[in-house]
């Protein structure tokens, strides 16, 4: 295998692809990118199992051929060569990567050991603006949970019907976003890995070109013109959002969404040690009392606002609240609660279909 290619382009190749490399495995090949020079330029391959991406680019290719290279030193090497043209070669050593006057070797293994991708997925299709997909990315993924306890919850819960509906939770907070499809072939619903769906996302234009998700068993498929993202998807029962999101409240809030989020990060600046990073609002006809104490001081603000129902006063994670008001893009929001220790969710006062949930904290004094 030899090839001739720009260092910008295999450094952006590199590290896109690297994303998927597994970190923790008893398996070496399971780290490393496949590189496979054909005619018509060079394509790069890496997965751990649940994530695959493939990116072409173009190079000029001498001698076909393919081999694998540990994918996270091969990335940091060639981000040093960002302004050079670069020679890749195999020999007897491994990788040989020649650069002006230089040259440096890297080990490398076998490509019949990498694992094959399927990429005929196709029973099911759905096409999507490439904006409004990066959108509701966006506005959801940020709510799934971190951790392996239920890996479920890992995922956002996509289903495909009239339009698509995204739906994610992490056990303290939830969000429910939902968006246009432009053209399907049925009607599916599926769990992604959050993680897949930011790979996705990073694929994607803010405008109005299309993209296309293919989806078929427990796999999903996304292309553009030079990187493929291939995923496995999640299986079990995820919470139905029936159960959990209220449908009557006994107060309502109207108020200014960047009012709200610069008292919530002046008052968290203070608390910012403390592992609930606790905010207490204090809810009244006469409009919003914003407070948090630690032992490094004390904030109280006011912020004006339109409610409507009973008082109250409600404490919760901070933030949870910023996180849901910066995913807003209204100048109003809607907060309606359900007294002191129930759920509270938060939309836009006019566009309704974002919605975030978030449990208070049993801790108001």
Do not use: W
């Not at 173009?58 to 050079?84: N, Q, R, S, Y």
Request: proline share 3%; with cysteine.
């Amino acid at each position: 295998m030899k090839f001739v290619c720009d260092g910008l382009s295999l450094s952006e190749a590199v590290s896109k692809v690297s994303k998927a490399c597994a970190v923790r495995t008893t398996a070496p090949i399971m780290e490393c990118i496949r590189i496979t020079a054909e005619e018509g330029g060079v394509s790069l391959l890496a997965t751990d199992g649940e994530l695959s991406i493939l990116k072409r680019m173009k190079a000029e290719v001498m001698e076909e051929g393919e081999i694998c290279v540990p994918g996270k030193l091969f990335a940091d090497f060639t981000a040093k060569l960002l302004g050079e043209e670069i020679s890749i070669s195999t020999c007897e050593k491994g990788l040989e990567i020649k650069y002006r006057d230089s040259g440096s070797y890297m080990q490398t293994l076998p490509a019949e050991e990498f694992p094959s991708l399927d990429l005929e997925i196709g029973e099911n299709s759905f096409i999507m603006k490439q904006g409004t997909l990066k959108k509701i990315i966006a506005e959801t993924t940020f709510c799934c949970a971190q951790d392996d306890s239920r890996p479920v919850l890992k995922g956002c819960l996509m289903e495909f019907k009239d339009r698509l509906e995204v739906l994610a939770l992490d056990g303290y907070r939830l969000a429910l976003s939902s968006a246009e499809i432009v053209q399907k072939s049925g009607e599916k619903s599926i769990i992604c890995p959050a993680r897949t769906l930011l790979e996705i996302s990073r694929m994607l234009l803010d405008d109005e070109g299309e993209i296309t998700i293919y989806t078929q068993g427990g796999m999903l498929l996304v292309r553009s013109e030079s990187v493929t993202v291939v995923s496995r998807l999640y299986q079990g029962d995820f919470i139905k959002k029936e159960n959990v999101i209220p449908s009557r409240f006994t107060t309502e809030v109207t108020l200014k969404r960047g009012d709200l989020a610069a008292s919530a990060e002046r008052a968290a600046i203070l608390n910012r040690g403390d592992k609930n990073n606790l905010v207490t609002l204090e809810i009244s006809t006469s409009g919003v009392k914003m407070t948090s104490v630690s032992e490094y001081g004390n904030v109280s603000e006011t912020v004006d606002a339109s409610v409507t129902g009973l008082d109250l006063t409600i404490s919760m994670n901070a933030k949870f609240l910023l996180d849901a008001l910066r995913a807003l893009d209204e100048e109003e929001v809607v907060i309606s609660f359900n007294g002191p220790v129930s759920p509270f969710i938060l939309q836009n006062a006019e566009g309704k279909q974002t919605l975030y949930l978030i449990l208070p904290v049993r801790n108001a004094a």
